[in-house]
């Protein structure tokens, strides 16, 4: 991918920072609320902005949305234990898959194969460090094992799968639209 300019890159910062403030405090959607987009904002950030930067800006301010959703908005503290943690090498691996994307994007159907495998890649460590962090190390589970860890898998990982899907197709769309306007634009001033 080719490196996106300073204004371009802040301009997606942004819209990430406010796409996470605006869903961060739900986990799925409902009539009322967009499900959360945090997933798919730290893999769209290893994407999309060059510096490593706004990873630590992403975990600062998911961090401090989860605190004020506990502490003043009425949240559940249910989720806040020593697993917590894990959110960092979670959110880490969609970052780096994100990464690894990049640097194998092409405008062509052939990027379809290394970003299916950055998204598997990505979610799969991601559930298992957030989803396996909370089972195993929370406290919130009496007595842990793997099988019963593996039915909490088979129930809960699809719907954050479907909702990174959600986040990524709409991404794409955007996505190509500006790329096809810009070769446009770009034909038309080669042409005139």
Known sequence: MSILSIRSQISIGLLLVL?????????FASIHNMADASWAIFFFAGVYLRSTWPL??????????DFAATHWG????YCL???????LPAYVSLWLTGRWYRARYQFAWSTLLPLSISVITGLTLCQLFSGGGFYFFSGR?????????G???????PLYV?????YLSITVVIHTFLILISQQFNSNNAAG
């Not at 796409?19 to 986990?27: G, N, V």
């Not at 009425?74 to 503290?77: R, T």
């Not at 234990?81 to 894990?86: E, L, N, R, S």
Request: net charge negative; glycine share 4%.
């Open 81 to 87: 234990t020593p697993a917590y943690v894990f959110l």
């Open 162 to 166: 479907e909702t990174f899907v959600f």
């Open 151 to 157: 039915e909490q898998l088979i129930k809960y990982f």
């Open 56 to 65: 630590l800006g992403f975990f600062t301010l998911s961090w401090w949305l």
């Open 19 to 27: 796409l996470m403030i605006f869903t961060r405090s739900h986990h």
């Open 74 to 77: 009425g949240v559940s503290d």
């Open 141 to 149: 589970i009496a007595e842990t094992n793997f099988n019963e860890f």
